[in-house]
């Protein structure tokens, strides 16, 4: 039970008292609640430094633009449009230019020779003409019956669609987990607030106690009853931060930063 404020109290000092003029025991700081006010600290001191501040729906764009297993999932969907697509211009009909002779670029060559002679004077004079025509030549394809195809055509719209429902489950999945890890972070850094304010109180209780119990107001039970309740303050605090940054790192991961 305590007594009293220190300031209160007659005749003590900041020796202490004495009893039968021997001067009584005096407490001091506990070390356990330093150790741990010190890693409170530390954790504080990386929340700082690496905490970024985004909104919800700031969050939700990032995770959806930047998540490496949405684009993945994205890449696949179109890799199966363009399958489908491959597998619907076999029904189309096919026109390739071709030749049925031997010329290396698919033309048929007619080759024509004329001689033209003329004699002036004495002297023949003949002149040689080559005249070459080139035409291509065309066939067109199509297959107007082929069972295959329709089960190949098929196959490949069911295999887009299950393509596209896989990266549907996969975003509204990715929002809802970033939404919910979000949502903890704030209530978690609620709590930080409250449970600060309860140890700065708690704090200066243990303060207050000690000075009491050196002073000669206050008994050993008591101070240690504060300093106890310190300790789970001190305890609570600390894993509430741990947890939060447990949490700020699934979201960073989910927001691909």
């Known amino acids: 039970?305590?007594?009293?404020?220190?300031?209160?109290?007659?005749?003590?000092?900041?020796q202490g008292y004495r009893l039968g003029g021997v001067e009584a025991p005096q407490l001091n700081g506990n070390p356990l609640?330093?150790?741990?006010?010190?890693?409170?600290?530390?954790?504080?001191?990386?929340?700082?430094?690496?905490?970024?501040?985004?909104t919800l729906q700031e969050a939700?764009?990032?995770?959806?633009?930047?998540?490496?297993?949405?684009?993945?999932?994205y890449t696949q969907i179109q890799q199966s449009q363009w399958s489908l697509v491959a597998v619907r211009r076999t029904w189309y009909p096919q026109l390739t230019a071709g030749s049925a002779g031997s010329n290396l670029y698919g033309y048929d060559v007619v080759t024509t020779n004329r001689v033209n002679s003329n004699v002036s004077g004495f002297q023949p004079n003949t002149s040689y003409e080559n005249l070459s025509q080139t035409g291509?030549?065309?066939?067109?394809?199509?297959?107007?019956?082929?069972?295959?195809?329709?089960?190949?055509?098929n196959s490949a719209s069911r295999s887009l669609d299950a393509q596209k429902l896989l990266f549907d489950v996969a975003a509204r999945n990715l929002v809802l987990e970033t939404q919910l890890t979000y949502f903890n972070l704030q209530e978690q850094q609620q709590l930080i607030e409250a449970y600060e304010k309860i140890l700065d109180a708690t704090n200066s209780e243990v303060v207050r106690?000690?000075?009491?119990?050196?002073?000669?107001?206050?008994?050993i039970s008591d101070v240690e009853q504060i300093r106890t309740q310190q300790l789970q303050n001190l305890t609570t605090l600390i894993s509430t931060y741990q947890q939060m940054v447990v949490n700020s790192a699934a979201l960073a991961q989910s927001m691909a930063l």
Do not use: C
């Open 209 to 219: 106690a000690e000075a009491l119990f050196n002073a000669g107001r206050a008994a």
């Open 1 to 14: 039970m305590l007594w009293g404020s220190v300031a209160s109290l007659p005749g003590a000092t900041a």
């Open 33 to 54: 609640s330093a150790d741990l006010q010190r890693q409170l600290d530390q954790l504080r001191q990386q929340l700082q430094q690496r905490a970024l501040k985004a």
């Open 136 to 153: 291509p030549s065309l066939r067109l394809n199509w297959t107007f019956f082929d069972p295959s195809r329709g089960a190949s055509i």
């Open 60 to 73: 939700v764009e990032q995770s959806l633009l930047q998540n490496p297993g949405l684009a993945a999932s």
